[in-house]
């Protein structure tokens, strides 16, 4: 049902700043910009997938649900966009899982500086059906620009998105079972909790439990990103030079990898940059 994460939408409430700070981090120039239906928007799309940033424009009503957001949950993520390549049956298969899926629309989206047109077919999942999350699907046929690389040191692609779940038996059966995502670890620790990866793609969508005193019944949240680059020593000092305020590069906890944390210039999204280990496609 799912080829891939299409998407992550991440709210704001200044588009410019957003648009500059994000473009300093990933060392790509934004590529597409579209203004429509209460909110601006500016995408980066990487090796495999797309950042969406999103801000309220004009009084209307959609702009005011944009707002209402903000408001709610502060600028962070905000939401999920799954690839695939039938939506008339991802639809069906969604109803069938009580996962209750909006109608499906027909959405067209034209870029304001080259006039270029992307058209595609979406629906949502009930987020009370997901856990808290926002879960969107859609299918298009036209691959988006890539945005270009601005110098050394840029962000390739995404690693995976981190979700926090107060119950890791109904989170393992939302993207597991129902969702179809492939589970690729699945490791208790005492001290930090309960660890799945379901493959996506090109990536991973990691799913993280906490011990402690949590409701079980508490909504799932977004947690996180995580970017890759092909050398973190060059993304490193590339970032601080820019006054990016960055972690000191240590050794991460899959075997071979080394990481770095981003404190600043991710609108409220806790992002952190790996460099894979040898064998990782780049």
Request: proline share 5%; charged share 25%.
């Amino acid at each position: 049902m799912i080829t891939g994460l299409d998407h992550v939408v991440v709210l704001t409430g200044d588009i410019a700043a957003a648009s500059a700070a994000y473009e300093t981090l990933f060392a790509r120039a934004p590529s597409w910009r579209n203004r429509g239906d209460g909110a601006d928007r500016v995408l980066f799309t990487l090796d495999n997938t797309t950042l969406e940033l999103l801000a309220p424009h004009g009084d209307d009503a959609a702009a005011q649900r944009v707002r209402s957001a903000l408001a709610t949950q502060g600028e962070g993520l905000a939401s999920l966009c799954f690839r695939t390549s039938d939506i008339a049956k991802t639809h069906r298969r969604l109803e069938r899982l009580t996962l209750k899926p909006e109608p499906v629309a027909e959405v067209e989206s034209s870029d304001e500086t080259s006039g270029a047109v992307l058209s595609w077919k979406r629906t949502r999942a009930a987020t009370d059906a997901t856990r808290g999350i926002r879960m969107f699907f859609l299918e298009r046929e036209q691959e988006r620009p890539l945005s270009v690389r601005t110098s050394p040191g840029s962000i390739t692609a995404m690693d995976h998105v981190v979700v926090a779940t107060a119950d890791p038996e109904r989170g393992a059966a939302l993207y597991g079972a129902r969702l179809g995502l492939d589970m690729a670890l699945d490791r208790s620790h005492p001290d930090w909790g309960r660890l799945m990866f379901f493959r996506c793609g090109d990536l991973i969508v990691e799913v993280t439990h906490r011990p402690g005193k949590v409701d079980s019944n508490a909504p799932d949240r977004l947690r996180g990103l995580c970017w890759r680059v092909a050398d973190i020593e060059a993304t490193h000092a590339r970032l601080a030079a820019a006054g990016v305020d960055v972690s000191e590069i240590r050794t991460g906890r899959k075997p071979g990898t080394r990481v770095m944390t981003v404190r600043s210039g991710t609108s409220g999204v806790p992002t952190l940059l790996v460099q894979p280990s040898a064998g990782k496609g780049e």
